[in-house]
T-cell receptor
Framework: GENVEQHPSTLSVQEGDSAVIKCTYS??????FPWYKQELGKGPQLIID?????GEKKDQRIAVTLNKTAKHFSLHITETQPEDSAVYFC????????????FGKGTTLSVSS | KAGVTQTPRYLIKTRGQQVTLSCSPI?????VSWYQQTPGQGLQFLFE???????NKGNFPGRFSGRQFSNSRSEMNVSTLELGDSALYLC??????????????FGAGSRLTVL
């Protein structure tokens, strides 16, 4: 079945540095790739998503890139702030599969000031 | 606008019991999905309900079931609880239409502990 691998599992950066989280997926038919941020005691929150017909999408300090040929996508956070500290999850799915997202195992990002 | 509301937030059960969790989606959202989150397996899809019908199902045993009401509120039930069912159960709502089908908004979850 579909599998999503996420790296690294933990990431520590200094405030102001950039952070990059990478994911690979196995199902070449996947065409929707969201990223979620989960803070302690809360549910995952969608921060950005990309569909397979675009290679890059940016929203302020956050960007996602997609390489369909290599079947990997990445989250880039620039100018990190302490409030960016959280667990980040990537996911993949086919639009036709509706809400059945396949999630990576998560990356714990720590931003120290 | 109100988010996704899940109740109860925390509960403790013993093996063999059953549990029912409730989810109220965002107003206007017709799809409700349920996910199980554990440290070992991560986030796993349980099932999705749309217009009171189960539209999709993950790879979980029949002890896990759900339903959706005409107002889009949903419940999930786990019968004959096992220790391994201890998890955070997350509900997510979405528009349910093709273009927005998989854009999910999650609730804070119900933390189930099975003793």
């Amino acid at each position: 079945g579909e599998n999503v691998e996420q790296h690294p599992s933990t990431l520590s950066v200094q405030e102001g540095d950039s952070a990059v989280i990478k994911c690979t997926y196995s199902d070449s038919a996947s065409n929707y790739f969201p990223w979620y941020k989960q803070e302690l005691g809360k549910g995952p929150q969608l921060i950005i998503d990309i569909r397979s017909n675009v290679g890059e999408k940016k929203d302020q300090r956050i960007a996602v890139t997609l390489n369909k040929t290599a079947k990997h996508f990445s989250l880039h956070i620039t100018e990190t702030q302490p409030e960016d500290s959280a667990v980040y999850f990537c996911a993949a799915s086919r639009v036709q599969a509706g809400t059945a997202l396949i999630f990576g195992k998560g990356t714990t990002l720590s931003v120290s000031s | 606008k109100a988010g996704v509301t899940q109740t109860p937030r925390y509960l403790i059960k013993t093996r063999g019991q059953q549990v029912t969790l409730s989810c109220s989606p965002i107003s206007g959202h017709r799809s409700v999905s349920w996910y199980q989150q554990t440290p070992g397996q991560g986030l796993q899809f349980l099932f999705e309900y749309f217009s009171e019908t189960q539209r999709n199902k993950g790879n979980f045993p029949g002890r896990f079931s759900g339903r959706q009401f005409s107002n889009s509120r949903s419940e999930m039930n786990v019968s004959t609880l096992e220790l391994g069912d201890s998890a955070l159960y997350l509900c997510a709502s979405s528009l349910g239409t093709h273009s927005g089908a998989n854009v999910l908004t999650f609730g804070a979850g119900s933390r189930l502990t099975v003793l």
